[in-house]
Antibody, heavy 125, light 106 residues
Framework: EVQLVQSGAEVKKPGESLKISCKGS????????IGWVRQMPGKGLEWMGI????????RYSPSFQGQVTFSADKSLTTAYLQWSSLKASDTAVYYC??????????????????WGQGTMVTVSS | DIQMTQSPSSLAASVGDRVTITCRAS??????LNWYQQKPGKAPRLLVY???RLHSGVPSRFSGSGSGTDFTLTISSLQPEDFATYYC????????FGQGTKVEIK
């Protein structure tokens, strides 16, 4: 089965570090970009950026550049999202998603076609 | 960044109604526009890519239209399982999502 499975919910204190994971299976993990999306409580979706597990090329949204780090381990078919010092405002659900490629009238289009189940991160003193 | 603005932010409709959600980009994104559906406590699901193309397995009552800066998602006959929040997303440059449109039961 083609799927992305994320690590479980986390409760952390401000200032602590954290690394959450997203394991892909059922497809060639190294040939699709993996994106990260934040959803703060009761709010909409925010695109954080993407990583290409084949060579760990990364692209960050300007809003998240310097705030988080993406990484990937090809041998484990797993992507990671990490923080070095959490803030209360990092409290959110974080989704990983596969960036699929679609052809429409000869042009390539990208969209998130496969999603993980989400990881709830709670940061509270 | 390209800003995506959806309207309305929420709407109330009945089963069988035709529902239209609009999405406007702050600059031209050509047809690099996707639509997602999200139900409470669940991950989003891709409905439409490239502005008009229905993703595999999505019912034909959903359709997308538009190009350039103005786009529309239409549900031709609303079904009980369609009550959810819908997001547009541009994939033209440094992807961004719209703020969402919540479709509620009237």
């Amino acid at each position: 089965e083609v799927q992305l499975v994320q690590s479980g919910a986390e409760v952390k204190k401000p200032g602590e570090s954290l690394k959450i994971s997203c394991k892909g299976s059922g497809y060639i993990f190294t040939t699709y970009w993996i994106g990260w999306v934040r959803q703060m409580p009761g709010k909409g979706l925010e695109w954080m950026g993407i990583i290409y597990p084949g060579d760990s090329d990364t692209r960050y949204s300007p809003s998240f550049q310097g705030q988080v780090t993406f990484s990937a381990d090809k041998s484990l078919t797993t992507a990671y999202l990490q923080w070095s010092s959490l803030k209360a405002s990092d409290t959110a659900v974080y989704y990983c998603a596969r960036q699929g490629y679609f052809d429409s009238y000869g042009l390539e289009h990208d969209a998130f076609d496969l999603w993980g189940q989400g990881t709830m991160v709670t940061v509270s003193s | 960044d390209i800003q995506m603005t959806q309207s309305p932010s929420s709407l109330a409709a009945s089963v069988g109604d035709r529902v239209t959600i609009t999405c406007r980009a702050s600059q031209i994104v050509s047809s690099h526009l996707n639509w997602y559906q999200q139900k409470p406590g669940k991950a989003p699901r891709l409905l439409v890519y490239a502005a008009t193309r229905l993703h595999s397995g999505v019912p034909s009552r959903f359709s997308g239209s538009g190009s350039g800066t103005d786009f529309t998602l239409t549900i031709s006959s609303l079904q009980p399982e369609d009550f959810a929040t819908y997001y547009c997303q541009q994939s033209f440059s440094t992807w961004t999502f719209g703020q969402g449109t919540k479709v509620e039961i009237k």
